[in-house]
């Protein structure tokens, strides 16, 4: 009996031992941890930083943009002029010649801005970071449902995007028809090249592919995380707001993504198999004259197939920024959130809309007017969830005992701005007023009213409130209030003035701000240069978040 006492301890020894160089030989090493993680926290960071960096080149492409359109063929300032450095010098002799913007940079940066800015900065950062980090503690989760994947997510994306902004560096520069690359342009822009068959207009369609296939996984890793992995007792009606609006998000990227990445998959098949998905017959260009391609196609396919994901895609946008500032107004107010059903209700409704109003962008392809009756009812109804959603979260304000940390500013900040960019969207639901406004800067200020003064105030919101819990240090308040006052006049500075530009007629795609135009224009191109003293005074206004933000995680 003694032999077997001495046994068992001997064996309890030895597994206690081994339970020690079991934990010391799986200890994670740098590379595990920080790089190659499967944890959803570090996960959520890879993509928030990532995220951050995407904005800010995408950021830097507009301001180049912005001095091309105040300043029509003056050379860049030297201030300016480093950021095309940034893709060599024989980018810059071929693209700006004697430093001035030339039509074609000005066509790739334009491209490339809003590629970047949308799927490449926005989306990582305000869906993949917050959902990654916050959503499986808020439900309960120890990890999202499939780690693995969720890595692979992640590099799947940042590959993509390298992928894309390496485009730059090839012989035709990177793509040139607009980031939403409309046929037939995007087929013939850069078909007379040297490098036929791998032009930026290609690598932008392989990247987007790349991208797509990212937010799909993600997508089935958020909707199965949130079913299977709620806490016991966490039924639908507890979860979190936050967590709704992210579990919409994800059923919305898995329903729209698929038409586009088919979409983008039959473009290039145009480009590089010569097909004609997307080109019609007897389609003709100053510089080859009639295409020798088989011809059948229709132009009008691929904007069906682009709108189908890219209207859902403007709520993929907006969301986060609602669940956002939707957790830290309760916090502040220390009341909870007002109108918690209707808001979730709001919510399904806005995600069940937003896939029967695409066609709104599409109101000159010659639709007919039963067909436009139908998308401009469904565009005005659409407006209904969405103020529904503004007016809970400004009534959570009432009555609560509210406090003003930098959080609390930005989110504050988002209820007007999102209005004004809500509001100004109504007109354009209506065909009658869309064929003037149509590719003006009028809807360039709509939209940037909602995506810059409005989600990026509220991700800005996020990463102040949420900083603490990834790094254990707060942010300094004293630049976080210098970073949030003068971004919001700037923003406002920028983006307001367009509204007048758009209404007066002025295009949006225009290299030199319509120059041409200036003898019968002349009241309001002078706006260019308020426009781009704002884009400029909002690049200088990111500075002490910046500083913030790397100083506080030693510091804060």
């Known amino acids: 009996m003694a032999a077997t006492a001495e046994q068992s301890h001997t064996h309890d020894a030895h597994g206690h031992d081994h339970g020690h160089d079991h934990h010391d030989h799986h200890d994670p090493g740098f590379l595990k941890k920080y790089v190659f993680s499967t944890d959803h926290k570090m996960i959520g960071v890879q993509y928030g930083v990532s995220g951050l960096v995407f904005l800010a080149f995408g950021f830097m492409l507009m301001l180049v943009m912005r001095w091309s359109i105040a300043h029509p063929g003056e050379p860049l300032p030297g201030g300016l002029s480093w950021i095309l450095q940034l893709f060599g010098d024989d980018f810059v002799t071929r693209w700006a010649p004697d430093g001035k913007v ?10 490339m801005h809003g590629t970047i800015m949308v799927f490449f900065g926005v989306v990582p950062l305000g869906f993949a970071a917050f959902v990654n980090f916050v959503m499986p503690l808020q439900i309960g989760a120890p990890d999202m449902a499939f780690p693995r994947l969720n890595m692979w997510s992640y590099w799947l994306f940042f590959i993509s995007g390298v992928f894309m902004t390496a485009s730059f560096l090839l012989p035709t520069g990177a793509a040139q028809a607009g980031w939403t690359n409309y046929s037939p342009l995007a087929a013939v822009v850069q078909r007379n090249t040297d490098a036929r068959f791998w032009t930026g207009q290609t690598q932008w369609l392989f990247a987007m592919v790349f991208n797509i296939s990212a937010s799909l996984l993600g997508s089935v890793n958020v909707l199965t995380t949130v079913i299977n992995l709620r806490a016991k007792g966490l039924t639908w009606m507890r979860l979190p707001f936050f967590t709704w609006a992210m579990f919409v998000i994800a059923f919305l990227l898995l329903l729209a993504f698929p038409p586009l990445e ?13 097909s004609s998905f997307f080109l019609p017959t007897g389609l003709w260009t100053s510089e080859s004259g009639i295409l020798n391609v088989s011809g059948g196609g229709h132009p009008v396919l691929f904007q069906h197939l682009f709108w189908f994901l890219a209207h859902p895609e403007v709520y993929v946008l907006l969301l986060p920024g609602i669940a956002i500032v939707a957790e830290i107004i309760p916090c502040n107010t220390r009341k909870p959130l007002w109108g918690y059903k209707s808001m979730v209700y709001a919510v399904l409704t806005l995600a069940f809309l937003s ?3 695409w066609a709104h962008h599409m109101y000159l392809t010659g639709m007919g007017t039963v067909v436009a009756t139908f998308f401009q009812f469904t565009t005005v109804m659409i407006s209904v969830p969405s103020v529904i959603l503004l007016t809970c979260l400004m009534i959570s304000l009432w ?3 509210i406090r003003f940390p930098v959080p609390m500013l930005f989110a504050t900040a988002f209820l007007p701005m999102f209005g004004i960019g809500g509001l100004t969207g109504l007109p354009l639901a209506f065909s009658f007023i869309d064929l003037y406004l149509h590719d003006t800067y009028y809807v360039i200020a709509h939209f940037h009213y909602i995506v810059a003064p409005g989600v990026i105030f509220a991700l800005f919101a996020g990463i102040y409130h949420w900083y603490p819990k990834v790094t254990g240090r707060m942010m300094g308040t004293v630049l976080g209030h210098l970073h949030f006052w003068p971004s919001l006049i700037m923003m406002n500075v920028l983006f307001a003035p367009m509204f007048i530009q758009g209404m007066a007629g002025f295009h949006r795609r225009w290299y030199d701000g319509g120059k041409v135009f200036e003898i019968t224009a002349h009241k309001y191109f002078y706006l260019n240069e308020i426009i ?13 978040f910046i500083v913030n933000f790397f100083l506080s995680i030693k510091g804060g």
């Open 355 to 357: 896939f029967i109003v």
């Open 102 to 111: 030339s039509g074609s940079l000005y066509n790739m940066f334009g491209a």
């Open 399 to 401: 009555g609560g005992s």
């Open 262 to 274: 088919v979409a983008a998959l039959m473009q290039l098949s145009d480009q590089v198999f010569q």
């Open 532 to 544: 781009s003293w704002g884009a400029w005074g909002l690049g200088l206004a990111q500075i002490p």
